[in-house]
């Protein structure tokens, strides 16, 4: 799987937002410079995430944006699905509607199992937990192997 910019974009804004001690909204100016995000590419993203319910935009003086929900409510795999679409897709489609011939369609199974394996990591890590620096154990376990930081 390829992480696009858009999802660690807006991973890292949603983060600074959780992290706010006031719950005030924020503007895309200010989470632009806090994270290193260009500020277009940011209001895309932010759109995208308004769309999908994770933010909204209050306007006015104190306007900018705030999480929709709570950060404890909204998952990684909210944010990619928001701003990337599924999480697993062969040729744009979803694993289930791809159709193979009778030799191929064991590769069916692969994407399945891949999509399986990625949700059960980006469905149990949420914003809050970002935003805290703490993971989950079954997520911290996958990392302490030494060979998932190697490499291949």
Do not use: C
């Amino acid at each position: 799987m390829r992480v696009s910019a858009k999802s660690d974009y807006a991973l890292r804004a949603l983060i600074a937002m959780a992290g706010r001690d006031d719950g005030r909204a924020v503007s895309a100016e200010e989470l632009g410079r806090l994270q290193d995000i260009p500020h277009g590419f940011l209001q895309a993203i932010l759109a995208d995430m308004r769309r999908s319910g994770i933010v909204v935009s209050q306007r006015g003086q104190s306007g900018g944006w705030r999480l929709a929900r709570t950060a404890d409510a909204i998952t990684v795999a909210d944010v990619i699905r928001a701003v990337d679409g599924p999480l697993v897709s062969v040729y744009g489609l979803r694993p289930e509607a791809v159709a193979y011939n009778e030799q191929a369609d064991v590769l069916q199974h692969v994407w399945i199992a891949a999509r399986h394996a990625l949700r059960e990591v980006f469905e149990d890590v949420t914003i809050q937990q970002l935003a805290d620096g703490t993971l989950p154990d079954t997520v911290l376990a996958r990392t302490a192997d030494e060979d998932a930081w190697q490499p291949h």
